[in-house]
């Protein structure tokens, strides 16, 4: 599998164990080689990101306050 990636076996083991420095390319090139790359389009697609979404449900507010109007004219 690191020769066809073209990198090194330690590249390849530090991938599979998810280090975060690994190139994307290198990531996205392993996904083609192991035909997983229709993945790849929906890795960071916000909508389908259970989790995020959650997240950012959980920060709205659960209220909106309106401004009273100025009353200094």
Request: glycine fraction near 6%; avoid cysteine.
């Given at each position: 599998?690191?020769?066809?990636?073209?990198?090194?076996?330690?590249?390849?083991?530090?991938?599979?164990?998810?280090?975060?420095?690994?190139?994307?390319?290198?990531?996205?090139?392993?996904?083609?080689?192991?035909?997983?790359?229709?993945?790849?389009?929906?890795l960071?697609?916000?909508?389908?990101?259970?989790?995020?979404?959650?997240?950012?449900?959980?920060r709205?507010?659960?209220?909106?306050?309106?401004?009273?109007?100025?009353?200094?004219?």
């Open positions: 599998m690191a020769e066809r990636l073209f990198v090194s076996r330690d590249t390849l083991w530090r991938m599979e164990r998810g280090d975060p420095s690994v190139a994307i390319g290198t990531v996205a090139t392993a996904l083609f080689v192991l035909q997983l790359h229709e993945r790849l389009a929906t960071a697609a916000p909508g389908s990101d259970a989790l995020g979404l959650e997240q950012e449900a959980a709205l507010p659960e209220r909106i306050h309106r401004k009273k109007p100025s009353t200094n004219r």
